[in-house]
């Protein structure tokens, strides 16, 4: 069975600042998504980033970027110029090829001080 | 932007009572799902469900619950007969096809008292 672990239950940064979350996996699997979700206060679950398996270069957006290693099966998000709107709980999350459910980690809270 | 919805926001109910959640996904989207999260805890899958009939399930999903697509707009999620430790909040996801992700609802509080 597919595994997901965050092993960082909390983070701080300071604002402008970069931060870097860590997530392992273990899957036996070739093809598959990794996937980091922002869950702030709200409690609802917004997409950060995707990483398709196949695809060596790591993904970005804007501020957000990836550093996807197969081999060691590791992914960490890294956000750069940290805002206060960005304090929230962060899940890795993994999902196979026509994936039929998404395997969550723990989750690490984000704080982000001014 | 095209969203899923989910009502209610916040349920209270009695333990032994019936609840419903209910889900909009997006329109041309085929694949739904539910997964929940006690509080404090990490996000847990229930159930997929595509093509009219349910495709994956978790451990947790066990008789008392059970899903519907009654119309072409509506996924819901049953409880039968709700226990104390079925208080979490309640997601719904969809997906288009393929590849893509899951779009996730803005989740409904269950709480069992």
């Known amino acids: 069975a597919q595994t997901v672990t965050q092993s960082q239950p909390e983070m701080s940064v300071q604002e402008a600042e970069t931060v870097t979350l860590s997530c392992t996996y273990d899957?036996?699997?070739?093809?598959?998504?990794l996937f980091w979700y922002k869950q702030p206060p709200s409690r609802q679950m917004i997409l950060v980033i995707r990483q398709e398996a196949y695809k060596q270069q790591n993904a970005t957006e804007n501020r957000f970027s990836v550093n996807f290693q197969k081999a060691a099966k590791s992914f960490s998000l890294k956000i750069s110029d940290s805002q206060l709107g960005d304090a929230a709980m962060y899940f890795c999350a993994y999902g196979r090829w026509s994936f039929q459910k998404l395997v969550f980690g723990t989750g690490t809270r984000l704080l982000v001080s001014p | 932007e095209p969203e899923v919805t989910q009502t209610p926001s916040h349920q209270v109910t009695q333990m032994g009572q019936e609840v419903i959640l209910r889900c909009v996904p997006i329109?041309?989207?085929?694949?739904f799902y539910w997964y929940r999260q006690i509080l404090g805890q990490k996000v847990e899958f229930l159930v997929s469900?595509?093509?009219?009939?349910?495709?994956?399930k978790s451990e947790i999903f066990d008789d008392q619950f059970s899903v519907e697509r009654p119309d072409g707009s509506n996924f819901t999620l049953k409880i039968r007969s709700t226990k104390l430790e079925d208080s979490a909040m309640y997601f719904c996801?969809?997906?288009?096809?393929?590849?893509?992700?899951?779009?996730f609802g803005p989740g409904t509080r269950l709480t069992v008292t």
């Open positions: 329109s041309n989207h085929l694949y």
């Open positions: 469900f595509y093509n009219n009939e349910i495709s994956e």
């Open positions: 996801a969809s997906r288009e096809t393929g590849p893509d992700e899951q779009y």
């Open positions: 899957t036996s699997e070739s093809d598959y998504y």
